[in-house]
């Protein structure tokens, strides 16, 4: 295997045509240089130098060597630059998956802080829910994926070969129109799931529909499900327009600042766990660490700008 430092060594001594002014010129003694020259003869199998009273030439095998020592150096050295530079945080590139929810109310927060800290480093998002987004994580189709899970849900261990990082506590809570009797009577604290058994609804993505599901047939109902839609805003538009109820998560309704609909806080709770996932030795990639970092960071601003009881605040 032929090594950097032997070929830095016989590049010196091709262009200065001795063992001791190589040795000058690279910082060591003459000894060294021989030493070195040695190795490197005996890696490649075949003489590079030759010594002729006292000049010293290039076999034709030296000379190709060193034809190519100047672009493999450039490469090593280019290399080294680049890694330093994504080390350092001036380089570097991050694929981020997100649910939609979570790609409006904390990444742009959190990327716009890793943009200021750190101009260089690039990071591309694309959307998909759990747990596709977590099968793109362990198949290296991203770095960092936004992932959720159900406070109880079966499946605590499926993540037990990431990095977890935890964000945020998210509440579902019930959407009604303004006009709705719920509405009407929020001040009075959480309502009972089973107060809307009779109504319409409005259902969001299939993992929310299916935990929507699970919560009403444990208050002993099964929801009539007229509408369902993986869009939020049609969500919201739709109880706003009187069509029926929905249950989103709190991070969903946030996201969308709908106008006619008050959110109303639902017994029993019923909460998800928002993390960002990662692989192990993604995690220790500076960049991701930082963007993982950050993530943490705009999800604690979100938590403390929260008021404590949604329904005391009215969604318009």
């Known amino acids: 295997m032929i090594e950097a430092r032997h070929l830095r060594v016989l590049r010196a001594v091709a262009s200065t045509g001795s063992f001791s002014a190589a040795g000058r010129e690279l910082g060591c003694t003459q000894p060294a240089v021989s030493q070195q020259m040695k190795a490197l003869e005996s890696s490649v199998g075949t003489p590079l130098l030759v010594r002729t ?30 890694v330093a530079a994504i080390a350092g945080l001036r380089a570097g590139r991050v694929r981020l998956v997100s649910f939609p929810s979570g790609s409006s109310a904390l990444v742009p927060n959190a990327l716009a802080a890793l943009r200021a800290a750190h101009p260089g480093t690039r990071v591309s ?3 998909a829910e759990p ?17 959720f899970r ?26 009604v129109p303004d006009g ?8 009075a604290g959480p309502v009972a799931i089973g107060e809307l058994a009779r109504e319409s609804w409005i259902a969001g993505c299939p993992r929310c529909r299916g935990q929507l599901v699970e919560v009403c047939e444990g208050a002993g109902f099964t929801p009539r499900i007229d509408f369902a839609t993986d ?22 309704v946030e996201s969308v600042r709908p106008r006619g609909v008050r959110t109303v806080t639902l017994e029993p709770a019923v909460r998800r766990e928002i993390v960002a996932l990662s692989l192990p030795d993604l995690a220790q990639v500076p960049a991701v660490a930082a963007t993982l970092d950050e993530l943490a960071r705009a999800a604690a601003r979100l938590s403390a700008a929260r008021r404590p009881n949604p329904s005391e605040n009215p969604v318009r």
């Open 53 to 82: 009273g006292r000049e010293m030439r290039l076999t034709q095998a030296g000379e190709a060597l060193v034809r190519h020592a100047a672009g493999i150096l450039a490469g090593l050295t280019a290399a080294e630059e680049e």
């Open 125 to 127: 998002l694309e959307e």
């Open 131 to 147: 747990p596709n987004s977590v099968e793109l994580l362990r198949e290296g189709d991203c770095d960092v994926a936004l992932a």
């Open 150 to 175: 159900y406070e109880g849900a079966a499946g605590a261990e499926e993540w037990d070969d990431l990095v977890v990082r935890p964000l945020l506590t998210d509440r579902l809570v019930a959407l």
């Open 180 to 187: 709705h009797r719920l509405a009407r009577a929020e001040s």
């Open 231 to 252: 869009d939020y805003p049609a969500v919201v538009g739709l109880v706003g327009a009187g069509l029926g109820v929905a249950v989103l998560p709190q991070l969903a």
